[in-house]
């Protein structure tokens, strides 16, 4: 990263009301305290390394408001036209974006990274304009929203991908693989021409061509983090949507078919799908079957056939007793006078000592 960095002899200059920062400054100190974060070894998340985070922000966004109101660069210039000392200030958007990607915090996350995008993407496209290096802007990728929540089961399954999307997928493997090997070589250029710059030696040229390889580095750097930011949104995205609760509806299951579990391959050939002994229906088909037609034991059809049985029989024994009486019977008519005799002088329950003592 120390190809990156501006002179090494810049300090932080006191500024007050009345002595406000140049715009190299500004620029400079930013960009120092971009390269003091990335090579501390201090926790990203710490007290310490957040204010100089912030602090560098701040410097680079009033670098950037100063160069908009002086309207350095035009879309109708070509690169040659801009002049040497003007060339840096084409790096603030890409240092606002790395700087920004910086900040810590949960809460303000997703927007965080947003910005950080707009900046890489507002420098990508300066670049471009001016034809600083050949490469192609990334595209965008729509918000992901409710319909990227994970689901489960078969409404979760996707198609593989297409011939397509596998020579996509090569080419943009390449495509990086190739960015890294040239951002190697710049970093071994510009660690060359930095000796001369700093030496207070470089002319023109050499400072001219200081500040592009600078740029052309930092199109790598930003073409990775934009890849980096995309991932990372639609994550946060994600959890956004599992936060507030906004699950898609799943869609009916459809009824299970019965199915018969065998223990092996000759079971499973005689009670397979098309067998006539293969269930036509559910255990709870069969018990609301059974329900609608009365035949459950709990409904009481068993009870009341029991009583209908009872009934009967005793219907045969008086019918039985009064053929007999109707006959005369001398046997039964004895039996009843004495059975009548005895009730007359016994009480009802008499002699009924079962279980008592």
């Known amino acids: 990263m120390a190809a990156c960095e501006p002179s090494s002899d810049f300090r932080e200059p006191v500024h007050s009301e009345s002595n406000p920062p140049k715009l190299s400054e500004l ?18 998340g710490s ?32 690169l040659e ?28 996350r997703l927007q965080t990274v947003r910005t950080a995008r707009d900046h890489f993407m507002d420098f990508l496209i300066r670049c471009k304009e001016y034809n600083i290096t050949r490469f192609e802007l990334p595209k965008r990728k729509a918000s992901t929203g409710a319909e990227e929540v994970p689901q489960h089961g078969a409404s979760a399954a ?45 002319d023109d040229e050499v400072s001219r061509e200081f500040y592009l390889l600078n740029m052309r580095r930092w199109i790598s750097v930003s073409l990775e983090e934009l890849e980096s930011i995309e991932q990372e949104e639609q994550i946060l995205e994600n959890m956004d949507v599992l936060k507030q609760g906004k699950q898609p509806a ?31 229906m559910t255990v709870d088909d069969w018990y609301d079957q059974h329900r609608k037609h009365g035949a459950l034991p709990d409904q009481g059809i068993p009870s009341r056939v029991a009583v209908e049985e009872d ?39 008499y002699g009924n000592r079962h279980n008592m003592g």
């Open 158 to 202: 996707k198609p593989g991908p297409s011939s397509a999307d596998l020579v996509t997928m090569a080419a943009q493997r390449l495509a990086k693989i190739e960015r890294y090997r040239q951002k190697k070589e710049l970093e071994a250029q510009l660690l060359d021409v930095r000796r001369a710059v700093e030496s207070g030696q470089a």
């Open 250 to 280: 799943q869609p009916p299951r459809p009824p299970m078919k019965p199915f018969i579990l065998t223990k092996n391959a000759v079971q499973a050939q005689v009670f397979g799908a098309g067998y006539p002994s293969l269930p036509t």
């Open 81 to 108: 036209e801009v002049s040497t000392a003007d060339l840096k200030y084409l790096l603030l958007p890409a240092l606002l974006g790395a700087l920004t990607m910086k900040q810590i915090g949960r809460d303000q």
């Open 27 to 44: 620029l400079d100190g930013g960009w120092k305290i971009y390269e003091e974060v990335e090579s501390s070894n201090d926790p990203p």
């Open 311 to 349: 009934s009967d029989a005793k219907e045969r024994e008086e019918e039985e007793k009064e053929k007999k009486a109707e006959n005369d019977d001398e046997e039964s008519l004895t039996k009843a006078r004495n059975w009548d005799d005895w009730k007359d002088t016994h009480r009802r329950g």
């Open 47 to 78: 007290s310490s390394v957040q204010l100089r985070v912030r602090r560098g922000l701040i410097m680079l966004q009033e670098a950037a408001r100063m160069v908009e109101q002086l309207d350095l660069f035009s879309r109708n210039e070509d």
